[in-house]
C-alpha cells in the first residue's frame, strides 16, 4: 500500500471550509480501507456508514444478548449496539472493539463487528429518566453520521445509554410490556425470551438500553431493552426458607452437609439464591442449592441459619430460624518426630510373646494421634454425612454378661471392623495409626519405653480391665465400656487415654514379624493388627508391647480404633 502525503501552506486570514480540514492539514492516498485509531463512541457514532474499519477500545458492557451488546463509555455521554454473534462478553466486562459504522432499520447506529474481546471489567450506573425524554432528539444528523432521536421526544439524544425509569406497569405479553409514569406516553418494553413476567404487577421501576423502533412508515417510538425489573407494587417478597436440617453433633475439620426448604419470590421470579451462615463467621457462597457444606475449625456451639434472595433482586431476602449445633472435637495429641525403642527385650522376665522380639530401634516422622478412642457421637456424625450403616452392638443398651448398661455418645464405637475404621479415619481427614505409631504414644517416655501406658507396675483400678470394680478408679463393672478418659489420671507419656483396656484398637499394618525376627512370619493379606486390650482383658494382655491379631471383617463387640493423621 502505498502513501502520499502532502502540505498546503495557507495565507494569513485565508477562510478553510468545515468540509475541507482534514484534506488541507494531510492528504492520504490509501487504495484500501484503513483502520482508524481508538475512538470514542461520540467519534464513531459521527461517521457514516462506511466499510472503513474503526476501533474503540475499553468500554463497558452494559447489555448483552446471543448476537449483539451495547457498550458504554465511563462518563455515561454515550452508547452505542454492537453486532456480532457469539461473542462471549457478559454484563460488566469491559469490550475492545473493531468494526464498520451501520444504521439499521431502526435508525439506531451501530458496529458490526469483527473483533469483539474481552479487556477487563468495569460498570455504570445508569442515568435515571422520565418516560418522554426518552431516546431523545435528533443528534449531529448528517447523512448516515449522528444519530437520530425518537419521533416527537424532546432533551438531548440517549439511544445506546444505560437508563432507568418508572411508571404504571400494563402487562402486553410474554416479552413486551408498557410503563407509564404519568406523563401521558406508554413506553415499550422488551424483554430476553424466557424473562418472568407476571400481569399481577402494577408499578415497577426498569433499568435498561434506550432504544427505537418503527412503528410504520415513519413513527419511531422509545423502545426500551429491559436488563432489570424492580417489581414496586406489589410489595415483593422472598418466603422464610425452612431451618437448616443436618447433624447437630458435628466434629471440627470434618465437612457436614445442611440443607433447607426452598423459597419462592411472591411476584414469581423463579430462581432464588440461598447462603448458609456458619455462626463462625463464615458463609456460604449464594447458591440456587438449597444444600451446602461446611466443616468447623473450632469446638463450640454454633447457630446456622440460611438467607433466600430473589437473584434479579438480591435485595429482597429472608433468614431462616437457626439450628443450632454442639461443634465437637477429635482432640489430637501431637508427636515429635524421632526415635523410639519398639517391642520387647530378651531379658524382660515377665510373659511376653515371641512376635514382640526383638526389640528395635525406629524413627518415625512427626504425626498425630487422638487423646481418646473414637467415640460413639463421633462415629455417629460419620454415618450421618455417609449414610454408611450401624456396626453392630450399636443399640445403646448392651448386655454383655454382667447386666444391661447404657453406652453414651461419649463411650467408645465398637463392633467397627478394620474396613469401618479405616472408612471413618479417611473421612476424618486422616488414616488409622500404624503399630509403630500407636506404640511411640501409648509406652515411650523420650529415654526408655513403659510396660503399661502409666508406667511398669499393674493396677487394676487404672484402665477399664476385667478386675476392675475400684470406683476411685472408675469401678466399671467388667464386660462392659466405660465412657473415654475416665481414667484421666493414667495416661500414657505422650498424654493420651485409654491406651490399656476398654477397647482393642485397630492399627492399619498386616499382622507380621518384626524385622530381624528368630521366629519369622507373615500374614498379609489375612489378618490385620490390634493393641491394647479391652475390657475384657487384664495385666499381660494390656500390656502396650502386647500384640494381638484378627480377620479385619471382624465386628466384636471389644473392637474399636482411635485416629491418626500426618503432621500438619
Not at 439464591?273 to 447458591?287: A, K, L, T
Not at 494382655?541 to 491379631?549: G, H, I, M, P, W
Amino acid at each position: 500500500m502505498g502513501i502520499m502525503v502532502g502540505f498546503l501552506f495557507l495565507s494569513k486570514g485565508r477562510k478553510i471550509m468545515k468540509n475541507s480540514i482534514l484534506t488541507m492539514l494531510c492528504l492520504i492516498w490509501c487504495p484500501l480501507p484503513c483502520a482508524a485509531a481508538d475512538i470514542s463512541i461520540s467519534a464513531a457514532k459521527l461517521l457514516p456508514d462506511s466499510p472503513t474499519s474503526i476501533s474503540l477500545s475499553s468500554k463497558v458492557v452494559t447489555y448483552a444478548s446471543a448476537n449483539y451488546f451495547y457498550i458504554e463509555e465511563d462518563k455515561r455521554n454515550m452508547g452505542i449496539k454492537v453486532e456480532k454473534t457469539a461473542h462471549g462478553l457478559t454484563v460488566g466486562m469491559r469490550a475492545d472493539v473493531t468494526g464498520t459504522m451501520k444504521t439499521n432499520t431502526n435508525r439506531e447506529r451501530a458496529i458490526l463487528a469483527s473483533i469483539a474481546a474481552h479487556n477487563g471489567d468495569g460498570t455504570v450506573a445508569p442515568v435515571g429518566m422520565n418516560n418522554p425524554a426518552l431516546g431523545g432528539a435528533n443528534w449531529n444528523v448528517s447523512g448516515t453520521g449522528g444519530q437520530k432521536g425518537t419521533s416527537s421526544s424532546i432533551g438531548l439524544n440517549n439511544i445506546g445509554l444505560l437508563i432507568k425509569t418508572w411508571g404504571k406497569y400494563h402487562w402486553i405479553d410474554d416479552t413486551t410490556f408498557e410503563i407509564n409514569d404519568g406523563a401521558g406516553l406508554n413506553i415499550k418494553c422488551t424483554v430476553p425470551s424466557g424473562t418472568f413476567l407476571s400481569s399481577s404487577w402494577q408499578y415497577v421501576a426498569v433499568t435498561g438500553i434506550s432504544s427505537l423502533y418503527l412503528f410504520n412508515s415513519s413513527i419511531y417510538p422509545p423502545n426500551l431493552l429491559v436488563r432489570d425489573i424492580q417489581v414496586v407494587s406489589p410489595v415483593e417478597a422472598v418466603s422464610i426458607p425452612g431451618t437448616p436440617s443436618g447433624n447437630a453433633s458435628p466434629v471440627t475439620n470434618i465437612s457436614e452437609t445442611y440443607s433447607t426448604t426452598g423459597s419462592t419470590c411472591s411476584q414469581g421470579h423463579p430462581i432464588v439464591e440461598y447462603s448458609f451462615n456458619w455462626g463462625d463467621g463464615n458463609s456460604s457462597p449464594w447458591s440456587t442449592s438449597t444444600s451446602a457444606s461446611h466443616s468447623w475449625s473450632a469446638a463450640g456451639t454454633k447457630t446456622i441459619t440460611v438467607t433466600a434472595r430473589c437473584q434479579v433482586h438480591p435485595a429482597v431476602s429472608a433468614t431462616s430460624a437457626g439450628l443450632q449445633v454442639n461443634v465437637r472435637d477429635i482432640e489430637m495429641i501431637s508427636i515429635p518426630a524421632g526415635s523410639f525403642l519398639m517391642g520387647t527385650p530378651d531379658s524382660y522376665t515377665a510373659s511376653h510373646n515371641p512376635d514382640e522380639h526383638p526389640q528395635h530401634s525406629l524413627y518415625l516422622s512427626a504425626y498425630s494421634i487422638g487423646k481418646y478412642e473414637v467415640t460413639r457421637g463421633q462415629y455417629q456424625a460419620f454415618m450421618t454425612a455417609t449414610s454408611r450403616a450401624a456396626p453392630e452392638y450399636w443399640d445403646d443398651v448392651q448386655d454383655w454378661g454382667t447386666g444391661a448398661f447404657t453406652q453414651t455418645e461419649s463411650h467408645p464405637v465398637v463392633g467397627v471392623t478394620y474396613y469401618d475404621a479405616e472408612a471413618f479415619c479417611t473421612w476424618a481427614g486422616g488414616h488409622l495409626p500404624t503399630e509403630a505409631q500407636w506404640e511411640r504414644a501409648a509406652r515411650w517416655t523420650g529415654s526408655y519405653p513403659n510396660v503399661y501406658p502409666w508406667g511398669d507396675a499393674w493396677g487394676d483400678e487404672m484402665c477399664n480391665n476385667f478386675r476392675d470394680t475400684n470406683s476411685a478408679g472408675g469401678g466399671y463393672a467388667k464386660y462392659q465400656t466405660a465412657p473415654v478418659g475416665s481414667y484421666s489420671s493414667y495416661p500414657s507419656p505422650s498424654g493420651c487415654q485409654d491406651m490399656a483396656g476398654n477397647v482393642w484398637e485397630w492399627c492399619q499394618d498386616w499382622y507380621k514379624s518384626y524385622p530381624d525376627s528368630g521366629n519369622p512370619f507373615d500374614y498379609t493379606g489375612i489378618y490385620r493388627v490390634l493393641r491394647g486390650g479391652s475390657w475384657g482383658n487384664y495385666d499381660n494382655v494390656t500390656r502396650c508391647a502386647y500384640r494381638y491379631l484378627d480377620d479385619p471383617d471382624t465386628d466384636w463387640r471389644d473392637n474399636g480404633f482411635r485416629l491418626a493423621r500426618p503432621a500438619p
